[in-house]
């Protein structure tokens, strides 16, 4: 009895194929999608063999070209798999040593407001500045070696990390609490089974801002001074005016940056199998 | 009926404090007393203050004046010897059917197997059976609400507290929840609070239904027994007849 009741509210999920059609087929949101993709690199490439900015912009396939030469021959002592990895791995190391403090320090400063009060204001104090204000300062403490990159990485991406796991916090419905205490649990209970996992996903979202950050801080550390890396090979391309070079750069950044935030969407579905995902966003 | 003394709510009056200092009395001098596996409804429309007088069951508020007990002890706080199903469902969106039904069993520490032998009975019970490894959002409301009952009941509580269940459902789901919800009494007997808008729900459901007056504070208006065998029909002539006697007597929008 009780099973067909359950029939009765679940949705069905059967679909019907239909025939081909024309028009079915050009609105398909696919298809539009590569004529999109499609359409740009027309145009770009058109742009670029007019010369409409004169010798400034290379073709796209010139880019690949130029991309393909650097993997296999060197540049200013490395391939073009040493420049991504020396980006990359400041990108991470400065991203994983900001989120491991500053998730826990927004949990917690949203758990307990003595610590809130401690650390608020000194937080609002630093939050409006552009973490890019900080280069000159991270070069005079630190040099231009590792260590300023890694720094201003960890100053771009700490922001974003702590207000987001702090906010995931406090925006737990209040209500959950209670069904944990009339369930007989205690505070700790309310902590582990309700403040931390209702707060995941805000701390995930937390954590794809940080990692953007974290390119952008890269690029601009890399860009001032740097002899490795992807921003490097921008900068180079921009003085030595290979249009190639920069757009490569450009594109390699892109991709590599993609690709990490991947990996935290990867992990976020691990760790959060039950948050329905939102398409196309 | 046993007419052993379940729930004893003496005097009962609370006010909230909104926006300063704007005193709003919610409830107003109330008493009354609940019977062992009796099947109380609290029937009166929105804003009466009948979910308030539930969360001091519950004890997630304190009565300003009055006390309440349970099997003669007062009630301070809240506790796992009271079941609550929330009107909103309050199911924990990262936990399985499972793991949401089985909470209350692993914060009092019954063992794994234990707990997946009572959390498997009552999800059988609610007819969530093939559904436990589902995660919230994947039910339909309905379904939602049957988890809801099964968490609650799989604390073994002394004392169910239902808070307008099934407000949130259609009227055809809802309809159908009131039937499994008679259905699950029959085989679970519990002293059951339920506190609702809906009079044919009242009706249909229970055995005492306490009418609460439609304005705040709220007190209470009058008592109504209903000696129907059941299970019940919505169209009962003598069914009809009482519903009449209610709808007379209340300011419910019919």
């Not at chain 1, 260590?147 to 419905?173: E, H, Q, W």
């Not at chain 2, 019977?35 to 519950?58: D, H, M, R």
């Not at chain 2, 409301?141 to 507290?161: C, E, F, T």
Request: with cysteine; aromatic share 10%.
């Amino acid at each position: 009895m009780s099973g067909s009741s359950i029939a009765n509210e679940t949705i069905d999920h059967s679909k019907n194929r239909e025939p081909f059609s024309f028009y079915k087929f050009i609105t398909n949101k696919y298809f539009l999608n590569v004529v999109s993709i499609v359409a740009f690199l027309l145009i770009w490439d058109y742009v670029a063999k007019e010369k409409i900015f004169r010798d400034s912009l290379a073709r796209p396939l010139e880019v690949v070209d130029q991309l393909y030469m650097l993997t296999y021959m060197k540049f200013a002592g490395t391939n073009l798999a040493g420049h991504i990895w020396a980006s990359t791995q400041r990108v991470l190391i400065g991203f994983i040593a900001a989120s491991i403090v500053a998730v826990p320090l927004g949990l917690f400063m949203a758990l307990n407001k003595y610590v809130n009060a401690v650390v608020k204001p000194l937080f609002d104090l630093f939050k409006p500045m552009p973490p890019i204000a900080w280069v000159s300062i991270a070069i005079l403490w630190f040099g231009i070696g590792e260590m300023s990159k890694v720094f201003i990485i960890i100053i771009g991406t700490f922001v974003p990390c702590l207000l987001n796991a702090y906010n995931g916090v406090r925006l737990v419905d209040p209500d959950l609490y209670d069904v944990v205490r009339v369930l007989g649990g205690n505070r700790r209970d309310e902590i582990f089974h309700v403040c931390f996992p209702a707060s995941f996903p805000a701390v995930f979202a937390g954590l794809q801002i940080s990692l953007s950050s974290a390119w952008t801080c890269v690029l601009a550390a890399e860009l001032m001074n740097s002899r490795d890396g992807m921003g490097f090979l921008i900068k180079r391309g921009m003085d030595t005016h290979q249009p190639t070079l920069v757009l490569g750069g450009m594109v390699l950044i892109a991709a590599a940056a993609y690709g990490t935030s991947l990996l935290v969407t990867l992990l976020e579905k691990k760790l959060c199998p039950w948050k329905r995902t939102i398409e196309n966003l | 009926m046993a007419h052993k003394l379940k729930l004893h709510c003496d005097n009962v009056s609370k006010t909230f404090i909104q926006k300063g200092n704007q005193e709003v009395p919610v409830i107003r001098d109330v008493t009354l007393d609940v019977y062992e596996n009796e099947f109380l409804v609290i029937l009166g429309p929105g804003q009466c203050g009948k979910s308030t007088l539930l969360k001091i069951f519950a004890g997630l508020e304190t009565p300003d004046t009055g006390y309440v007990t349970l099997d003669g002890q007062p009630i301070v706080g809240p506790g796992p010897d009271r079941g609550i199903v929330f009107q909103g469902y309050m199911l924990f969106a990262w936990k399985t059917v499972r793991d949401n039904v089985e909470l209350g069993l692993k914060l009092r520490n019954i063992p794994k197997s234990e707990r997946r032998d009572i959390g498997q009975h009552y999800i059988d019970m609610v007819g969530l059976t093939g559904f436990e490894n589902h995660y919230p959002h994947q039910l339909s409301g309905g379904m939602k609400q049957r988890v809801g009952i099964a968490r609650a009941y799989a604390n073994s509580p002394n004392i169910m507290l239902l808070d307008e269940p099934f407000g949130q459902l259609d009227a055809q789901t809802r309809m159908f929840m009131q039937k499994e919800t008679a259905r699950i009494w029959e085989q679970e007997r519990r002293t059951v609070i339920f506190v609702t808008n809906n009079i044919d729900e009242a009706l249909y459901l229970g055995d005492r239904i306490i009418l609460m007056e439609g304005k705040l504070p709220g007190t209470i208006k009058t008592s109504y027994d209903i000696d129907l065998p059941r299970p019940r029909e919505h169209t009962n002539i003598d069914l009809l007849k009482l519903r009449a006697t209610i709808t007379d007597n209340t300011e419910l929008v019919l």
